[in-house]
Nanobody
Framework: QAQLVESGGGLVQAGGSLRLSCAAS?????????VGWFRQAPGAERVLVAR????????HYADSVEGRYTISRDNTKKMVYLEMESLKPEDTATYYC????????????????WGQGTRVTVST
């Protein structure tokens, strides 16, 4: 089970950029798992916004961030990144990373052991 620590959040004006980092202290050795970035806005559910395979890359994005966010990973450093550009106030949320897997109907986090997350606030 991976231990994941997020960082890089902050306050940014609309249209600005941020880069989030996720440090994995232990990564699963199987090739079937992906790692994803989730976000949770105040009063809302946590949603998956981007995911990438540890082994082959293959990034995918939610429609709400497609074209503005880029997920990447560095297997050597056991790091996952989320480059966010053209930020909007609606991107304001706490961002979390977690390994995910396909249940057959949806992508689901492997563990309920969430990190503290990193807060992103986009001002108008």
């Amino acid at each position: 089970q991976a231990q994941l620590v997020e960082s890089g959040g902050g306050l940014v004006q609309a249209g600005g950029s941020l880069r989030l980092s996720c440090a994995a202290s232990l990564r699963t050795s199987t090739t079937t798992f992906y790692v994803g970035w989730f976000r949770q806005a105040p009063g809302a559910e946590r949603v998956l916004v981007a995911r990438i395979s540890w082994s082959v890359g293959d990034p995918h994005y939610a429609d709400s961030v497609e074209g503005r966010y880029t997920i990447s990973r560095d297997n050597t450093k056991k790091m996952v990144y989320l480059e966010m550009e053209s930020l909007k106030p609606e991107d304001t949320a706490t961002y979390y990373c977690n390994e995910v897997y396909w249940t057959g109907s949806t992508w689901s986090p492997i563990s309920d052991n969430w990190g503290q997350g990193t807060r992103v606030t986009v001002s108008t």
